[in-house]
């Protein structure tokens, strides 16, 4: 049955089917416009756990999501689908998380960085965040070289270093247009180069990434603040405070989102840490930080940016943790993802 045959007998307006794929959509990967890449990672965490789980738990809880689209019209007939969850990712997550978790405890009590034992185990696992980079470029460049919309499910924050580097191959110069609680400017954090708290601090080692607009930030270090001045423009930043006081002085979210469109160029790649939202949507992220955003308002700069022209080269959505027994983060998390995929498409210029 071809694709056309299949938009046809489908009823959208039905129970999502598990025997098909993401969203209860009838189509195959080759087939579908977005692919999304899951990255079941979760090695340098440093509070709470779990965001390894994230992508399972993404898929399960997509074939709840209705597919009508407010602002993409016949958005689900583009198709979007989850490449295979890998194996081989999630069981030298497992295996290295266990090894950084007696490294940061030796460290918490007391431990040298310089010993021995403790800077053979940091070793270890930057070879091992490096292997995963250099998985996530190839697997990114696979997709991208068939013209497809991708898009990186993680796994904690640091799972998208690979794809940016893809990115900065594929199209050249590019900003980082992150949404988040945390400023992720650390450097080597706890002993880890490729930490997640360290993500956009390697982002911005790549000449390609010209730019870093953070949006919702509320939890940073004065190290993390002084890259942002230091940056001579390259890091702006609108804190989660200022966004709110602004607000209370009677400005609105429609200027505050038009000032942060202005300062992100054409191309853009969209870096979304769930925690960026209200703890209330996501209390079992790996390190809730109370204020952030409603899905909404988020929705809504996303929408604000497509209808602006620029183009959103690919994204992430990541740190996304499903609690025991509640798959309310994963629900959250689905419905979002879904109407990013089509907004990203959307500026893409791919319409149904």
């Known amino acids: 049955m071809t694709k056309q045959e299949k938009i046809k007998n489908f009823d959208a307006n039905g129970i999502g089917q598990l025997n098909d794929g993401m969203f209860g ?30 992508p399972q738990a993404i898929l399960d809880a997509s074939y709840q999501v209705d597919l009508y689209d407010p602002f993409v019209k016949n958005a689900w007939h583009l198709g979007i689908a989850m490449d295979e969850i890998s194996d081989e990712v999630r069981s030298k997550s497992d295996k290295n998380r266990q090894s950084a978790e007696r490294y940061i405890n030796d460290l918490a009590n007391g431990g040298d960085e310089n010993d021995t034992e403790l800077k053979k185990v940091a070793t270890q696992i930057k070879q091992e965040c490096e292997w995963l980079n250099k998985w996530v470029k190839e697997r990114c460049l696979h997709f991208l070289n068939q013209q497809k919309t991708v898009g990186l499910v993680g796994g904690d924050h640091s799972t998208p270093l690979g794809m940016m580097q893809a990115l900065a191959e594929k199209f050249g110069e590019f900003a980082v247009l992150q949404i988040d609680a945390h400023a992720d400017l650390r450097i080597a954090y706890e002993g880890f180069e490729y930490s997640h708290a360290s ?36 890091v702006k930043t609108f804190f989660d405070r200022d966004i709110k006081y602004a607000q209370y002085n009677g400005d609105s979210w429609d200027r505050i989102v038009n000032r942060i469109v202005n300062e992100l160029p054409n191309q853009i790649y969209l870096s979304f840490d769930i925690d960026g939202l209200d703890p209330k949507l996501c209390p079992n992220t790996g390190t809730p930080v109370a204020g952030g955003f409603e899905t909404e308002q988020v929705l809504f700069l996303l929408e604000k940016i497509v209808r602006s022209g620029r183009k959103i080269i690919a994204f992430d959505l990541n740190e996304v943790s499903p609690g025991v027994g509640n798959d309310w983060d994963a629900n959250v998390a689905a419905r979002l993802l879904y109407r990013i995929c089509n907004l990203v498409a959307f500026s893409q210029g791919k319409q149904a």
Request: aromatic residues 8%; proline residues 5%.
């Open 25 to 54: 959509l009838p189509f195959t990967i080759d087939e579908c416009n977005t692919v999304l890449i899951p990255v079941p990672w979760e090695v340098t965490v440093s509070y709470g756990g779990g965001t390894a789980d994230g």
């Open 199 to 234: 993500i956009m601090y390697n982002a911005l080692k790549l000449k390609e990434v010209q730019k870093l607009v953070q949006v919702g930030i509320r939890d940073y270090c004065e190290e993390e603040l002084n890259i942002i001045e230091n940056s001579k423009g390259r």
